[in-house]
């Protein structure tokens, strides 16, 4: 089946850690989201990419970091500078930048601090 | 961009149609209105989206007024499993207008 996957489901951060988020498409999209979600209230943009090798700043990018060296792959960092990371974690993938380009989700990861 | 704005929360009875309203008076000619969804703790899911006529699938029907500055999603005969929040989204043809989600309206359909 086609689909996003995220990986893991959830997550644990130690004070001062570096985590990695995964998130892989097999839908054949050249454009990935990531977007961060706190409890009652909407999606903030992370990052997003419109093609491989390339990425782009969102709204709330401090503290995160991103790769996007193979197509299906766009695996999201939360670093020790990001104070508050705990959230629900979304990352997206559309066919491309144009018209009509659906967002397709993942099913998120929730990431708490120990 | 256009802005939208929603209902914070809505009820409706299980076998009614649920009837969700958007109010997009800034939205320009070339802005699609766009619909998702999120169940509990889910990524948000596609269900509709239109430009200027009323739009129909399996999901849902979507009524866009002819000025265009507002709309309604319709679920005709909703389910317990349509409890969700509801975001409508607007966004520009063609361009790299990023969809903007709000808090949307949380929907609870009872029995």
């Known amino acids: 089946d086609g689909g996003i996957t995220q990986s893991p489901k959830y997550l644990f951060r130690k004070e001062g850690q570096n985590v990695t988020l995964s998130c892989e498409q097999n839908l054949n999209h050249d454009a990935m989201y990531w977007y961060r979600q706190d409890p009652g209230q909407g999606l903030r943009l992370i990052y997003y990419s419109q093609i491989v090798n390339d990425f782009q700043k969102g709204d709330i990018a401090e503290g995160y970091s991103v790769s996007r060296e193979k197509k299906e792959s766009f695996p999201l960092t939360v670093t020790s500078a990001q104070k508050n990371p705990t959230a629900f974690y979304l990352c997206a993938s559309s066919i491309d930048w144009g018209a009509k380009n659906i967002q397709y989700f993942g099913a998120g990861t929730r990431l708490s601090v120990l | 961009d256009a802005k939208t704005t929603q209902p914070p929360s809505m009820d409706c009875a299980e076998g009614r149609a649920a009837n969700l309203p958007c109010n997009h008076s800034t939205i320009s000619g070339n802005e699609y209105v766009y619909w998702y969804r999120q169940i509990h703790s889910q990524g948000p899911q596609y269900i509709i989206h239109?430009?200027?006529n009323n739009e129909t699938n399996e999901m849902a029907s979507l009524i866009i007024t002819e000025d265009r500055k507002s709309s309604t999603l319709i679920l005709p005969h909703a389910t317990l499993r349509d409890t969700a929040v509801y975001y409508c989204?607007?966004?520009?043809?063609?361009?790299?207008?990023?969809?903007?989600f709000g808090r949307g309206t949380s929907l609870i359909v009872h029995p």
């Open positions: 989204i607007v966004r520009v043809k063609g361009g790299s207008y990023i969809p903007t």
């Open positions: 239109g430009l200027k």
